[in-house]
T-cell receptor, first 116, second 113 residues
């Protein structure tokens, strides 16, 4: 298996532009997680899905952020409009866990977002 | 609420010496505990986990961790450090009935030759 795939790996955009980050989880995994990592705040959970359904989006910073999972093999995280403070590395992770949180998560390589 | 604390921002150790990276947790009920490692410009990689059973858990790359319920700790250990072990280490906790992990802020491990 190729592992969790994220695209793009790097994104540089100007303030106010729309940004879409993409994730393909490991085949057969039924849970998907989006995280944001910054030096100041560390690793933050933004949202997670179980069987394509959003379970908890309380970590999403504000209405400018939205996430979708239209099917078991694809998810997007969208920021519209983007702001410089959104600059961070965004990770997608998947697991077999479903409602069982004893399963480890597998992380993608991340998307480094820079908003100027 | 559930949380983990990693009290050390950085741990320095000489190659060949034993290493310990500390983690304490807070959770209602019995915890699931995890250690992940992050190399530069990479995603987090799973090292090991404690679910139940033996308090000493063995994981990848020669790492192990000891679950101590009375001290609510889950310290990561390795008998002999390698320079290639230098990375950022994250402890994480989940409650039995929860879905998501709460990660610590990470500890940077530097192993010098």
């Amino acid at each position: 298996d190729a592992g969790v795939i994220q695209s793009p790996r790097h994104e540089v955009t100007e303030m106010g532009q729309e940004v879409t980050l993409r994730c393909k989880p490991i085949s057969g995994h039924n849970s998907l997680f989006w995280y944001r990592q910054t030096m100041m705040r560390g690793l933050e959970l933004l949202i997670y899905f179980n069987n394509n359904v959003p379970i908890d989006d309380s970590g999403m910073p504000e209405d400018r952020f939205s996430a979708k999972m239209p099917n078991a093999s694809f998810s997007t995280l969208k920021i519209q409009p983007s702001e410089p403070r959104d600059s961070a590395v965004y990770f997608c992770a998947s697991s077999l866990g479903g409602s069982d949180s004893s399963y480890e998560q597998y992380f993608g390589p991340g998307t480094r977002l820079t908003v100027t | 609420a559930q949380s983990v604390a990693q009290p050390e921002d950085q741990v320095n150790v000489a190659e060949g010496n034993p290493l310990t990276v500390k983690c304490t947790y807070s959770v209602s009920g019995n915890p699931y505990l995890f250690w992940y490692v992050q190399y530069p410009n990479r995603g987090l990689q799973f090292l090991l986990k404690y679910i139940t059973g033996d308090n000493l858990v063995k994981g990848s790359y020669g790492f192990e961790a000891e679950f101590n319920k009375s001290q609510t700790s889950f310290h990561l250990k390795k008998p002999s450090a390698l320079v290639s072990d230098s990375a950022l280490y994250f402890c994480a906790v989940s409650a039995l009935s929860g879905y998501a992990l709460n990660f610590g802020k990470g500890t940077s491990l530097l192993v010098t030759p």
